[in-house]
């Protein structure tokens, strides 16, 4: 899951992540939310990669920058390594500190992450965020954010940078599964069902186990069908099932301090 060895010493090739709560690494107190970056090693051999998932909880490209999350990546992504990238969903908000434009400055922070890796040696790859459960009382599913893979999308052809459209393939997804069917990719919790939400809880725009799985899975038969990372590295791709014991969230203390010194910003 993430490293507890400093980055900077030896060893295997690593996939740094930077993204938002749908790729981030939960807390306890947060369980059973989990993000794809928690589960990615599930399909990547650890023998090969090591997966540092820095992914944080509500940013976006440009808090992501801002507060120098990406300064701590670039300061450790060693030649080699691989970055991967995947914001929109906040991106979108109305925020003033949180928002940028899709045709605007969201491009503009994303190249800061394509450019510092490569000056790097490393290898910049940018990933659309998955779609939320949009589902309305109709059965439709209209999209939440368009605008933001498209834009990805857009800027990794014009850097020839590889692009993973999970946005798209998880829309398709969660709209074939039907309202019902996608209930368990996502929170949807009942009073007393889980002591981390004794009164009930639903959240369709963050994943559950099931859910983040299926997303990694994802990820990971990219990188290997594109080439992007060597194809022996990916594992258990066609695996239907995973202990649930396998899924583990940080403890609170753990997950504090990651998020605190993961940053050489001031805030």
Aim: glycine share 8%; aromatic share 10%.
């Amino acid at each position: 899951m993430l490293s507890d060895r400093n980055p900077g010493q030896g060893g295997p090739r690593r996939i740094f992540l930077a993204g938002d709560s749908a790729a981030v690494t939960r807390e306890a107190g947060k369980a059973p939310m989990t993000g794809w970056g928690q589960v990615l090693h599930f399909f990547l051999d650890p023998r090969e990669v090591e997966i540092v998932n820095c992914a944080r909880a509500g940013a976006s490209a440009r808090t992501f920058s801002e507060r120098g999350r990406l300064d701590w990546i670039l300061r450790h992504i060693r030649p080699g390594d691989h970055l991967l990238t995947s914001f929109g969903i906040n991106d979108a908000k109305p925020e003033e500190w949180l928002r940028t434009e899709a045709y605007g400055d969201f491009p503009r922070h994303l190249r800061k992450f394509i450019d510092g890796a490569r000056e790097r040696q490393a290898h910049p790859v940018l990933i659309s965020p998955p779609e939320r459960d949009t589902h309305d009382v109709h059965g439709n599913m209209p999209r939440s954010i368009t605008e933001y893979p498209m834009a990805m999308r857009d800027l990794a052809a014009e850097c020839s940078v590889p692009y993973i459209d999970l946005y798209e393939r998880s829309h398709s997804w969660w709209e074939g599964l039907g309202p019902e069917g996608v209930r368990p990719f996502f929170i949807h919790l009942e009073p007393q069902e889980h002591p981390n939400y004794p009164e009930g809880f639903h959240d369709p725009g963050h994943m559950t186990p099931e859910g983040a799985i299926a997303c990694a899975r994802y990820v990971a038969h990219a990188l290997a069908e594109q080439r992007i990372v060597p194809p022996h590295w990916a594992v258990d791709l066609h695996r239907a099932d995973f202990p649930p014991e396998w899924v583990t969230w940080l403890d609170e203390e753990t997950h504090a301090e990651l998020t605190r010194s993961r940053t050489l910003g001031s805030n």
